[in-house]
C-alpha cells in the first residue's frame, strides 16, 4: 500500500456536529477511514479531587456538574452511596420522586440525543422536531423543581421538593400531549428513507463484541443483551414491573429505536410512579460522617454508572471514583470506526451517545 | 454605517466553543435554536466555522488543554468580534474554579464583552447576552470606520 493515499483529517475539539470538544486524528485512504486516534482532556477538570475542598453535602452539587444532562442520575447514585454508608433509610415518596425526575432527565436526554443525530446526517427539521418536544420534557422539570436542567433536587436522607396532587395531574397531561407527538416523530424516524439510508446496517456491533468491550446501556441493549441496572431494582424500580427494551440488530439504526423506545418506556414508568407513590415524609434528617467505602451503581439514560465512595468519618470524604457510561462505550467508538467511510464519522460518534463531561470530569 | 455593517447587526453569525463546560450551558444554548426560543428571528445563524463567525459564544471554565484552542477559534475570527461567556463557570470558573486544571473564567484568555451568569444560564437569560453582544458589534463598527 503506498503511503501517498494516506492521509489525516483532524475532527474536533471544534466541530459543528459536536456540542463537546473531543479530538479525533482519523488516518483516511481515499475515503475509507483505517484509524481514529482520539485526544481528550479538552473538558477534564478534576472534580475527583474536590473531595477535599468541599464536605460530603456540598459534593452533591459538584457530582451533578459532572454532567449537565444526566445531572440528576449522578446526584441520585452519590445519594445512594452516601445513604447506604450511613445505613439511613429514605422514605418511599422520596424513592418514588427520585424515579420521576431520573426518568424525567432520561426523556430529555433521549430526545436532545435524537435532535443531534438527526442533525448529524442534515435532517435539520427533525433536529428541530425533537427538540420543540424536549422544551415540554424542561417545562416539567422547571415547574416541579425550579430550575430547566441542573434541578438538584436530591439530598443525602430523601428529596428536597415534593410533587402535590394539583401538580401531578399537570404532569400527567403534559406527558399525554408529548406522548401523542412523539407517536408522530416515532412513525417517521422508523420509517423514513433518509434515516435508514443513513443507519442501517451502519456500525454494527455483535452481542458477543458488546460484551467484550464491556458496553453499557442502550448500546449494549441494541446488540440484543438484556441489560439494564433498573432491573436490580433500586429506588422505587423494584415496584414498577418493566422489562428492558432490546433490539438484536446492533448496528445504528438499533440503537435509535432502542432510545426512541425507552421514551415510551420512561413515561409509562412515570405514569405508574404516580400511580403508585404512597403519601408521607420526603426525607429523613440525617446527622454524622459516614464511614467505610461502598458501590453504588444507577441506570443513567447512558448507560450504568459506578460510584466509588470511601470515607473516614470526618466531613470530607477521603476518595471519589466515578466511572461513568461514556467510558465504557467509547471503547465500541474505536471498533466501527476503521473501516467506515468518511461521511459516517459523525453518525458513528453519536450514536454512542457521548458524553465527554462525563468521561474527563 | 455601510451596507456590510448594517448586515452584520442584522444578521450576525455565531459560533459556540464548549471550553470545558458541564453540558449544562451548552444545551440551553442548542435550546436557543429551537423552536420555542427561535433566535433565527433575529436573523442569528450558528456555524460551524470561525472564518464566518462574528459572535464567539464560549460556556465552560478554561483548563490547560483547551487554552490554546479558544484562542485559536478567536484569532482566526475576522474584525470586528465580540465575546459572550455564557454561565457562571465562563464567567469566573464556578464551581470548577478550586479545581486543578482550571485555569478560571474565559476572560483570562480573552477579552470578555459580555457576561450572562447562571448555573446554568436560561434560554432567556442567553438571547438577552446575545443582543447585547449585538449592540456591542455595531458600536465596534463604529470605532472601526473612526479609528
Redesign the interface.
Known sequence: MPDSNISFIPFGPQHPVLPEPIHLRLVVENEKVVEALPTVGYVHRGLEKMVEAKDVNQMIYVVERICGICSCMHAMAYCQGIEELMNVEIPERAKYLRVIWAELHRMHSHLLWLGLLADSFGYESLFMQTWRIRERVMDILDKTAGNRVIISVNVIGGVRRDIDTEMQKWVLQSLDAIEKDLREIYNVMKDDYTVKQRTVGVGVLSADDARELGLVGPMLRASGVASDHRMTGYAAYKDLDFEPVVETAGDSYARMIVRMKELFQSIDLIRKAFARMPEGDIAVKVRGNPTGEVISRVEQSRGEVLYYIKADGTKNLSRLRVRTPTFANIAALFKILPGCSLSDVPVLVLTIDPCISCTER | MGLLDKARQRSPWL??????????????L??C????YDVERFGIVN????KQADILVVT??V?Q??KS?LKN?YDQMPEPKVVVAVGVCACTGG??R?????VGGIDKVLPVDVYVPG??A?PEQIIDGIKLAIDKLAQKDVVKEEG
Open positions: 459560533i459556540h466553543y464548549d471550553c470545558g463546560s458541564c453540558n449544562g450551558c451548552d444545551i440551553e442548542l435550546s435554536l429551537t423552536p420555542l456555524v460551524g466555522d470561525p465552560g471554565s483548563n488543554q483547551n484552542v477559534i464551581i470548577f478550586d479545581c486543578y486544571n482550571v448555573c446554568p436560561r
